[in-house]
């Protein structure tokens, strides 16, 4: 399975901005749909954004307009760009890949809390 290895969390006022990255240890184009979702204390589990083989994106309506998910130039990585931070922004974010490439069973898994085929540690968002 391909690995994952978020960076870029940390603590930021609200209203603020942060970049998050995922360095996949392979090329994901051919085999996964990228995606990121948050998990905070007490809360269930809630996919944010995905990217599919040719660029689609899907958002949640929580982080529609706030959030940018994209790959960058370095294709083996996928960043989530995150502004108008808020309060309730505040979680641990994973960096989530899942076949097939198209998407079409990432919001499955997402919404149904099932295993990805394969997520990072996580990097935790602080916004006060």
């Known amino acids: 399975h391909v690995q994952l290895v978020e960076s870029g969390g940390g603590s930021v006022q609200a209203g603020g901005s942060l970049r998050l990255s995922c360095e996949a240890s392979?090329?994901?184009?051919?085999?996964?749909?990228m995606g990121w979702f948050r998990q905070a204390p007490g809360k269930e589990r809630e996919g944010l954004a995905s990217?599919?083989?040719?660029?689609?994106?899907t958002y949640a309506p929580s982080v529609q307009g706030r959030f940018t998910i994209h790959e960058a130039n370095d294709k083996n990585t996928v960043n989530l760009e995150m502004s108008s931070l808020k309060f309730e922004d505040t979680a641990m974010y994973y960096c989530?890949?899942?076949?097939?490439?198209?998407?079409?069973?990432?919001?499955?898994?997402?919404?149904?809390?099932?295993?990805?085929?394969?997520r990072g540690q996580g990097t935790q968002v602080t916004v006060s």
């Open positions: 989530a890949a899942d076949p097939p490439p198209e998407c079409n069973n990432w919001w499955h898994v997402s919404r149904e809390l099932l295993e990805f085929e394969a």
């Open positions: 990217i599919d083989k040719d660029g689609r994106t």
């Open positions: 392979e090329d994901t184009d051919s085999r996964y749909c």
